[in-house]
C-alpha cells in the first residue's frame, strides 16, 4: 500500500511514546550518506530514555541490514527543537522521515513542513486521523497499556477500597495517553489521591513519590509511567516503610527482574525493539510500494509473576 505525503494531514489520534542526553543531528555513521545509492532515512528521536535508546539502536541495525542509512536527531523533548531537527533533516535531503513525536499537539505542523518539501513521513507510536498526509506509522496503544495497568489494579484490589497514585512522565507526549488510559479503566473501588509528574526523570520521579507518600501514607498502588521512573520510586516507598505495589511499563530486563523479585506487582511490556525494527522495515516496504499494511500496531502485553517469562525482548 502507498500514501501521497503532499495531501493534507490530520488530527491526531492517539500519540507518541515516551529527558533525553542526546540533542541535535547525529548519526552512528558521520558520513552524509546515501552516497551510493541507497536510502537515507531521517530519524527524528524523542528524548533519550531506555525507550528511546533502544528505538534508535534497533532502527539502526535495521536500516543497516536492509542497505538503508540512518542520520538521526534527536529532540530532547521539545517540540520546538523537533520541527528544528525535521527542517535540518529535509535539508540534508533525506528521502524519507521517521518521527519519534515529543507532542502530539504539534504533530501536524511537522507533517505539513515534511510534505511541503515532498518528504514522506513515517510515525512511530503515533497515528493521525487523515492518513492522506503521511507513509504510515506503527503505533503503540498507548491508552490500553494504561487500561492493562489498571485491570491488574482492578483484579488485585478484588472490591476492597483503595488509594491509587500516578507518577506521569512529561506532558504532551505518551505520557497523558497512558494516564489517561489507566484512570479511566480504574473500578470505581479505586480513588486516585495523587497525580504528579516524573518527567521520565528517575530523580524528579523519586522526589513526586516522596511528596506522594508523606501525603497519603496508607496509599495501596501506584502506576509510575516507565521502569526507570518506578524503580526510583520503589527505593522511596520501600524507605518509608509504606507496602505500595508499583504498576509501571516498558519491559526491559531489569523491568522484568523486580517483576520476578516482586518490587513491581505488574508492567506493560512494549519491546521497543520490535517498534524500532517494524518502522524501518515498513516504511522502505511502502516507499517501494510493496504490500504493507500503512497502519501496523505494536505489541503489548500485561506482564506479572506468572508470565514473567513470555515478554519479549526489549532491546536487542
Same mark, same amino acid.
Given at each position: 500500500?502507498?500514501?501521497?505525503?503532499?495531501?493534507?494531514?490530520?488530527?491526531?489520534?492517539?500519540? +507518541?511514546?515516551?529527558?533525553?542526553?542526546?540533542?541535535?543531528?547525529?548519526?552512528?555513521?558521520?558520513?552524509?550518506?546515501?552516497?551510493?545509492?541507497?536510502?537515507?532515512?531521517?530519524?527524528?528521536?524523542?528524548?533519550?530514555?531506555?525507550?528511546?535508546?533502544?528505538?534508535?539502536?534497533?532502527?539502526?541495525?535495521?536500516?543497516?541490514?536492509?542497505?538503508?542509512?540512518?542520520?538521526?536527531?534527536?529532540?530532547?523533548?521539545?517540540?520546538?527543537? @523537533?520541527?528544528?531537527?525535521?527542517?535540518?533533516?529535509?535539508?540534508?535531503?533525506?528521502? $524519507?522521515?521517521?518521527?519519534?513525536?515529543?507532542?502530539?499537539?504539534?504533530?501536524?505542523?511537522?507533517?505539513?513542513?515534511?510534505?511541503?518539501?515532498?518528504?514522506?513521513?513515517?510515525?512511530?507510536?503515533?497515528?493521525? @486521523?487523515?492518513?492522506?498526509?503521511?507513509?504510515?506509522?506503527?503505533?503503540?496503544?498507548?491508552?490500553?497499556?494504561? +487500561?492493562?495497568?489498571?485491570?491488574?489494579? @482492578?483484579?488485585?484490589?478484588?472490591?476492597?477500597?483503595?488509594?491509587?497514585?500516578?507518577?506521569?512522565?512529561?506532558?504532551?507526549?505518551?505520557?497523558?495517553?497512558?494516564?489517561?488510559?489507566?484512570?479511566?479503566?480504574?473500578?470505581?473501588? *479505586?480513588?486516585?489521591?495523587?497525580?504528579?509528574?516524573?518527567?521520565?526523570?528517575?530523580?524528579?520521579?523519586? $522526589?513526586?513519590?516522596?511528596?506522594?507518600?508523606?501525603?497519603?501514607?496508607?496509599?495501596?498502588?501506584?502506576?509510575? +509511567?516507565? $521502569?526507570?521512573?518506578?524503580?526510583?520510586?520503589?527505593?522511596?516507598?520501600?524507605? +518509608?516503610?509504606?507496602?505500595?505495589?508499583?504498576?509501571?511499563?516498558?519491559?526491559?530486563?531489569?523491568?522484568?527482574? *523486580?517483576?520476578?523479585?516482586?518490587?513491581?506487582?505488574?508492567?506493560?511490556?512494549?519491546?521497543?525493539?520490535?517498534?524500532?525494527?517494524?518502522?524501518?522495515?515498513?516504511?522502505?516496504?511502502?516507499?517501494?510500494?510493496?504490500?504493507?499494511?500503512?497502519?501496523?500496531?505494536?505489541?503489548?502485553?500485561?506482564?506479572?509473576?506468572?508470565?514473567?517469562?513470555? *515478554?519479549?525482548?526489549?532491546?536487542?
Amino acid at each position: 500500500m502507498t500514501s501521497s505525503p503532499r495531501s493534507a494531514p490530520g488530527r491526531l489520534a492517539a500519540a +507518541a511514546a515516551l529527558a533525553s542526553l542526546l540533542a541535535g543531528c547525529s548519526s552512528s555513521d558521520d558520513s552524509a550518506g546515501g552516497d551510493d545509492g541507497s536510502t537515507k532515512i531521517g530519524f527524528v528521536n524523542g528524548a533519550g530514555t531506555v525507550f528511546h535508546t533502544c528505538l534508535q539502536k534497533a532502527m539502526e541495525q535495521s536500516a543497516k541490514s536492509q542497505g538503508a542509512h540512518l542520520v538521526v536527531a534527536n529532540s530532547s523533548q521539545n517540540p520546538v527543537t @523537533e520541527l528544528s531537527n525535521i527542517e535540518d533533516l529535509i535539508a540534508r535531503d533525506v528521502d $524519507e522521515l521517521i518521527v519519534q513525536t515529543v507532542d502530539v499537539d504539534t504533530l501536524d505542523v511537522d507533517v505539513a513542513k515534511a510534505r511541503a518539501a515532498g518528504i514522506p513521513i513515517f510515525l512511530t507510536s503515533v497515528n493521525v @486521523e487523515d492518513l492522506s498526509g503521511v507513509l504510515g506509522a506503527v503505533v503503540v496503544d498507548l491508552g490500553r497499556l494504561g +487500561a492493562l495497568d489498571a485491570g491488574w489494579v @482492578e483484579q488485585d484490589a478484588a472490591g476492597q477500597d483503595v488509594k491509587v497514585g500516578v507518577i506521569a512522565g512529561a506532558p504532551g507526549a505518551a505520557s497523558d495517553l497512558m494516564v489517561a488510559g489507566f484512570e479511566q479503566a480504574l473500578p470505581a473501588n *479505586a480513588k486516585m489521591v495523587s497525580e504528579l509528574p516524573g518527567m521520565f526523570d528517575p530523580a524528579k520521579a523519586r $522526589e513526586s513519590a516522596q511528596d506522594m507518600i508523606e501525603a497519603h501514607p496508607d496509599l495501596d498502588y501506584a502506576f509510575v +509511567a516507565n $521502569e526507570e521512573m518506578a524503580l526510583g520510586a520503589r527505593q522511596v516507598f520501600d524507605a +518509608a516503610g509504606a507496602h505500595v505495589k508499583i504498576v509501571t511499563v516498558n519491559g526491559t530486563d531489569e523491568g522484568l527482574k *523486580a517483576v520476578k523479585d516482586g518490587r513491581f506487582s505488574a508492567t506493560v511490556a512494549n519491546s521497543a525493539s520490535v517498534l524500532g525494527q517494524l518502522a524501518v522495515r515498513n516504511s522502505l516496504g511502502l516507499m517501494a510500494g510493496s504490500a504493507v499494511e500503512k497502519v501496523t500496531s505494536a505489541p503489548i502485553l500485561l506482564v506479572t509473576r506468572e508470565n514473567v517469562d513470555e *515478554a519479549p525482548a526489549y532491546c536487542s
